[in-house]
């Protein structure tokens, strides 16, 4: 076991354990005058809890799970096994975010995967690994094309170029033509709107080419661009994946190459030491250690909305009690925020359209396993075991970074989306992500037994999931097309919590099951994110903010919504001081 990730891990715990007693010893969260409430302890409510907290704002977050993190948990579902139950690897969060939180000293570290990806092909003898090492890609890629090996490195290159050209996007709010307070922007507001813009200007002034060929990946599916560059299967495959994960759509549907472009914005995915919950906490640490009250187990009933001036006035707990606040920041996505918490004619018709018409179909299917052993994959010889245990097998490369199954070639990972999308059932074949990160973190695991992840698509968020017969039968499914890869598979599995999008949706609050709080589609990013005139983080109703991945730039663990939305609430604070007792809003201007 791993003393020194446990330690940490324990450490932390009690810190925060402690940091809510005393919040919880203060005066009632009713009785207090509160400049934010952020509903919702997700990571991105965290992060704009923690820049609210530092700017010496009054701040309340309300969580209505037991556990802090929305999607980025670590829970014991098992005795001994942690698993990381929804989100499961890293490399969005934006580095600003860890560099001026300073994460670091709050517990939060990443582990690197290296090999990062495994894909064994169905015949049980050839495989691909891709990894950090570019060298190392190249003899594994040379197996399957020589042409393609030599390839390989450029096509980084040109990712790593259109990167730079729309990661300065990401830490703004968008450039919103319809936004209908513009006349009130602060300067500093309208030169962060423009700079993203003024960027593009530039890079297309200097690079025409890359200018169009960012345009045409923008708009493109991903088979045709990584058809551009490559030909051999399963290279085209496993990088198809990062195109499709998490989305209703298939490697030929258009708008596919943005998706591929998301994914690999934050460089090579890792590990969060302990689950995806380290992060949360660490994050929750800076907040409270910055002021933050942090109230979990409270369910919000509804936004409180004042029905004379129409302005936010704070929210009502399913207890019934009415806590007050300047402004309220949702961490809800978009449906749930504007249709379920907003009380009824409070914001305007044609809004609550345009929200009625978001995408937010998923094809999202997870298991969280409990296993006896690691996986044994048919195209590897039996290595030693485990320190001469004789059942137990040392974890192999094969173990340490995301493990592709059921996508040998584009075709398959296409038929599978379509055998769901036409048929309206789970796709006969899925494509399943399997992660094993006790393989590299032993702390999640006890000895010589591991936890793993499998990340299922494609499956419609209408099927009879309440029907267990139904439920159990996708699981088999699943479980059988592991088998097929790593016989002995199923009979080392100790328990499994299977989540269908409805169970996403229950337990997470993620409307349809959807993990981007919206698809990535085209006609929901940037300025269109939620929706057109208000993608700048304020909603209809004065006072009101979404700062979850509903928000622009959408969703996975970046933290960026949080941070951005952060800003402006921040601005709006000092912008409407007037009315507050000296001493406060001398506070709030001196921010």
């Not at 810190?15 to 007693?21: P, V, Y």
């Not at 890293?90 to 090999?115: C, D, F, M, T, W």
């Not at 490195?153 to 050209?165: M, T």
């Not at 709080?517 to 004065?542: C, F, K, M, N, W």
Request: hydrophobic share 40%; charged share 25%.
């Amino acid at each position: 076991m791993n003393t020194l990730g446990k330690a940490c891990r324990t450490v932390l715990k009690e810190r925060l354990q402690s940091a809510f007693k005393r919040s919880a010893s203060q005066t009632p969260i009713e009785k207090t005058e509160w400049d934010a409430i952020i509903v919702g302890g997700g990571h991105n409510g965290l992060v704009a809890a923690s820049y609210l907290a530092k700017k010496r704002a009054k701040v309340l977050v309300l969580e209505r799970r037991k556990v802090l993190g929305g999607a980025a948990v670590t829970e014991e579902l098992i005795a001994g096994f942690h698993f990381s139950r929804a989100s499961y690897v890293q490399s969005l969060l934006r580095p600003e975010i860890v560099k001026e939180l300073k994460l670091a000293k709050h517990g939060y570290s990443v582990i690197a995967r290296n090999p990062s990806s495994f894909t064994p092909l169905s015949d049980g003898k050839s495989y691909l690994f891709l990894s950090p090492d570019v060298e190392f890609c190249k003899e594994q890629i040379a197996k399957f094309s020589n042409e393609d090996a030599t390839k390989y490195p450029q096509y980084l290159q040109w990712l790593s170029k259109l990167c730079r050209l729309v990661e300065p996007f990401f830490d703004e709010a968008p450039y919103d033509a319809l936004y209908d307070d513009i006349s009130r922007l602060t300067l500093a507001e309208k030169w962060s709107s423009y700079r993203a813009g003024f960027h593009l200007l530039r890079e297309s002034v200097s690079s025409r080419r890359e200018m169009t060929e960012f345009f045409e990946l923008l708009f493109s599916n991903s088979s045709k661009t990584l058809k551009s560059w490559f030909h051999s299967e399963p290279l085209l495959s496993t990088l198809a994946t990062d195109s499709i994960i998490g989305t209703m759509a298939g490697p030929d549907t258009p708008g596919t190459g943005y998706v591929l472009l998301h994914h690999v914005l934050g460089g090579d995915w890792s590990y969060v030491r302990g689950g995806m919950g380290s992060l949360s906490q660490s994050l929750a640490s800076v907040a409270v250690e910055a002021g933050a009250v942090i109230q979990t187990d409270t369910v919000v009933k509804s936004i409180l909305v004042d029905e004379i001036q129409g302005k936010v006035k704070g929210v009502e707990t399913m207890d019934g009690r009415s806590i007050f606040s300047r402004c309220v920041l949702s961490n809800a996505d978009p449906k749930r925020t504007f249709l379920t918490l907003c009380p009824k004619g409070s914001l305007p018709e044609e809004f609550l359209s345009k929200i009625r018409n978001l995408d937010f179909r998923s094809p999202v299917f997870k298991i969280n396993v409990a296993l006896n052993k690691l996986p044994h994959f048919r195209c590897f010889p039996k290595r030693q075991t485990f320190e001469g245990e004789p059942t137990t097998l040392a974890a192999g490369p094969e173990h340490k970074g995301t493990i592709h199954l059921g996508s040998d070639n584009l075709n398959m990972i296409e038929k599978a989306y379509k055998d769901c999308s036409a048929h309206h059932r789970p796709s006969a074949v899925p494509i399943v992500e399997m992660t094993i990160p006790s393989a590299v973190d032993p702390t999640l695991a006890p000895r010589g037994q591991a936890v793993a992840g499998l990340f299922v698509q494609y499956v419609p968020y209408d099927a009879p999931w309440e029907d267990n017969n139904f439920k159990k039968a996708f699981v088999d499914r699943v479980f059988s097309l592991v088998e097929d890869y790593a016989p002995g598979f199923i009979e080392s599995v100790i328990g499994y919590d299977a989540l269908s999008p409805k169970d996403l949706e229950r337990v997470f609050g993620l409307t349809e099951g959807n993990i981007f709080h919206g698809a990535l589609s085209l006609d929901q990013l940037y300025s269109l994110r939620p929706v057109a005139g208000y993608s700048r983080y304020r909603t209809p109703i004065p006072g009101l903010y979404i700062c979850g991945s509903g928000a622009h730039p959408g969703g996975g663990v970046s933290g960026a919504p949080g941070r951005n939305c952060s800003k402006v609430v921040l601005r709006d604070l000092k912008r409407n001081a007037e009315g507050l007792s000296l001493q406060r809003a001398f506070s709030l201007w001196k921010r």
